[in-house]
Nanobody, 115 residues
C-alpha cells in the first residue's frame, strides 16, 4: 500500500522559511513524477512544484525564486524549501506522486504565514 507522509508545516511570520518533507513508502514501481500542490481556504488546489523522473522541475510563477524542490533518491523522499514566505502562501500543502499512471496523495500539511 502506497503511503505519502508530509511533515514540516506550521506557523511562520512573513519573510520566514519552512521546509516541507514528503516520504513515500510501499512503492513497487518507478515514481514517474513527484509534486507539491496547495489549497488555500476558499480557493482551488494549485500546482506548486513538479519534478519528473528525469529531473525536470517546474515551479509555479508565484513561488519561483523563493521555493526549491529537491529529492533524496536513497530515502525515497522529497523536500520543498520555502523561503521569503508571504501570507498568500498560507495553504494546506499536499505531496503527490505519479506511478504506473496512478496518482497518490498525502493527507497534507498546513502552512500558515502570519504575523
Amino acid at each position: 500500500q502506497v503511503q505519502l507522509v508530509e511533515s514540516g508545516g506550521g506557523l511562520v511570520q512573513p519573510g520566514g522559511s519552512l521546509r516541507l518533507s514528503c516520504a513515500a513508502s510501499g512503492t513497487s514501481s518507478i515514481i514517474n513524477a513527484w509534486g507539491w500542490y496547495r489549497q488555500a481556504p476558499g480557493k482551488e488546489r494549485e500546482l506548486v512544484a513538479l519534478r519528473s523522473v528525469v529531473g525536470i522541475i517546474r515551479l509555479a510563477d508565484s513561488v519561483r525564486g523563493r521555493f526549491t524542490f529537491s529529492r533524496d533518491n536513497a530515502k525515497n523522499s522529497v523536500w520543498l524549501q520555502m523561503n521569503s514566505l508571504k501570507p498568500e502562501d498560507t495553504a494546506v500543502y499536499y505531496c503527490v506522486i505519479r506511478m504506473d499512471n496512478v496518482e497518490y496523495w498525502g493527507k497534507g500539511t498546513l502552512v500558515t504565514v502570519s504575523s
